[in-house]
């Protein structure tokens, strides 16, 4: 492997970047390549940290093949350059010195709900800009899933520690083990003095499967297993339910948690999973095998029972795939994990908002809701994405909040 220097050297610094045209946050590779090389890391970091507050985060667990590294020019004809390399090591460089610089308060308090990927960037952008942010957390600690949702082996917890440490530094009123809609309803934080508020719950409600079987004590649930798996005692063999990045992250924790064998359960084909091509790879070598097409059907004490699943590519070159409940297998099972994707929690309900028919908050554009000052953005608006999605989302409702609190300071 090149060292970071040489592959930042492999940079064109092209005028029209389309790895920078590609990121979903726009992160500016000609310059933070530029600025690295000439010696000025701590410039290239502030430029870093201010388009993307996670950016040390993004930069470790961004699908790069679909970004930045997938439309290097460099990648046409040979390696593309690695940017997420250098991105990464400038990132941590710059949390790790990080001098807080002097901010202007300006006395109009915001408060933040949920401490996810887009809670934490919203936070730290509305800190910058001189707003007093209280910043609630249903868990003990900032995340969401970041910290319950995705593996230490792919993101190192201290990169959150020291997150919090700066939004403490900055500070931020930090609430853990306080939910919004459950211990404090949105409408209460208004006439405490809050002038806007920031929805970026996420959607911890894991989805089922609706098979019999499901409520067996060897069946769990994705998000439980990942937020705590040494609790949990699967036995040898472990059969997974789905193909995402979340089943990739359950496959290879397990393994790491000393079970020998690990099978992923996916009723596509290969060549359709919606993981990160990159994930599915590292699983493969880690030891986790692969079933494709096949269906759950049902759940036994020791086995998940499926069905073979015919794929046809139909003349106006969609896909179509049928059960064929003639070919039955039964793959054997001490414990089953259930990997489908998550919805809102319940408690969503209860936040006085307009919602849509999936449960998501109903939102424009610029992430405002149908209730005056409540803004969000994150899963909770767009049901599962990549973390830097929800990042780019947030900066766009950070502009629409700005505009609202000037315009609601204005009319006093």
């Known amino acids: 492997m090149s060292s970071i220097k040489k592959e930042a050297e492999r940079c064109l610094r092209c005028k029209k970047a389309l790895c920078s045209e590609h990121c979903p946050v726009a992160t500016p590779v000609p310059q933070i390549t530029e600025l690295f090389l000439n010696g000025e890391i701590k410039k290239a970091g502030e430029l870093l940290f201010n388009n993307n507050p996670i950016s040390a985060v993004t930069s470790l667990i961004c699908p790069h093949e679909k970004n930045c590294t997938g439309h290097c020019v460099l990648g046409r004809k040979g390696a593309p350059v690695e940017f997420y390399r250098i991105e990464q090591y400038i990132s941590r460089f710059y949390l790790e010195t990080m001098e807080i610089p002097e901010i202007k308060r300006n006395g109009i308090k915001v408060a933040v709900a949920g401490a996810g990927p887009a809670g934490i960037t919203m936070t730290i952008l509305m800190l910058l800009h001189g707003y ?37 530094r900055m500070g931020v009123r930090f609430r853990p083990n306080t939910r919004i809609g459950s211990n404090i309803m949105i409408e209460d934080l208004f006439p405490d003095g809050y002038k806007a508020v920031f929805v970026s719950t996420g959607t911890g409600r894991p989805r089922k499967l609706g098979l019999v079987g499901e409520t067996l004590g060897h069946v769990h649930f994705a998000i439980d297993y990942l937020k705590s798996p040494y609790s949990f005692r699967l036995g040898r063999r472990v059969v997974i339910v789905g193909a995402g990045n979340v089943a990739i992250d359950v496959a290879r924790t397990a393994i790491r948690c000393g079970h020998s064998y690990v099978k992923i359960l996916h009723y596509m084909g290969k060549d359709d999973m919606t993981a990160n091509h990159d994930e599915v790879e590292m699983a493969e070598i880690d030891g986790v095998e692969f079933i494709h097409n096949v269906q ?70 610029w992430g405002e809701t149908d209730r005056p000052g409540v803004f969000a953005a994150g899963d909770i608006v767009s049901g599962p994405k990549t973390v830097v999605d929800a990042v780019a989302f947030t900066k766009k409702v950070f502009v629409r909040m700005e505009e609202y609190l000037e315009e609601q300071t204005k009319t006093k």
């Open 132 to 168: 007093d942010v209280t910043l609630f957390e249903s868990e003990d600690d900032i995340g969401g899933v970041l910290r319950y949702g995705i593996p230490p082996f792919r993101l190192p917890r201290d990169l959150l520690d020291l997150l919090k440490d700066i939004m403490l």
């Open 296 to 365: 759950a059907v049902r759940i036994t004490e020791d086995a998940v029972r499926c069905v073979h699943v015919e794929r046809t590519e139909n003349p106006d070159g969609t896909l179509s795939f049928e059960e064929d409940y003639s070919q039955v297998i039964d793959v054997p099972a001490d414990s089953v994990i259930i990997a489908i994707g998550q919805g809102p929690s319940a408690d969503i309900i209860s936040a006085g908002v307009k919602l849509t028919q999936r449960g998501l908050f109903d939102v424009n554009e």
